[in-house]
């Protein structure tokens, strides 16, 4: 199973991203989704989250900035950002729990990770 982010770029302040993450491999179900960042020098940090019934949490810092979506059928979530800052300046990693099937037998949930995508929000 692997995990494929994009869609990051350089944006200036007030302008808007979407973020877009698939998935790929034998996957049984895909349980809850969520986009995390890390700034430099910073921890990684949650930014919104989605449950695997459309259940949304944001971070106080995106909230009515941020939209986090998932799309059930093709096994992928997305991020709307609107209205970006400086400081949402991070690489962006997409973040799944996902059982994975192999060779008919249903393996226990794993916490998957993608690749990462560098927003950079900046005049």
């Known amino acids: 199973v692997q995990l494929q982010a994009s869609g990051g770029g350089l944006v200036q302040p007030g302008g808007s991203l979407r973020l877009s993450c698939a998935t790929s491999?034998?996957?049984?179900?895909?349980?809850?989704m969520a986009w995390y960042r890390q700034a430099p020098g910073n921890p990684r940090e949650l930014v919104a989250h989605?449950?695997?019934?459309?259940?949304?949490n944001y971070a106080d810092s995106v909230k009515g900035r941020f939209t986090i979506s998932r799309d059930n059928a093709r096994n992928t979530v997305a991020l709307q950002m609107n209205n970006l800052k400086p400081k949402d300046t991070a690489v962006y990693y997409c973040?799944?729990?996902?059982?994975?099937?192999?060779?008919?037998?249903?393996?226990?949930?794993?916490?998957?990770w993608g690749q990462g995508t560098l927003v950079t929000v900046s005049s």
């Open positions: 491999g034998s996957i049984f179900e895909v349980g809850a």
């Open positions: 973040n799944a729990e996902i059982r994975e099937e192999v060779d008919g037998t249903i393996r226990p949930t794993y916490n998957y």
């Open positions: 989605i449950s695997a019934g459309s259940i949304t």
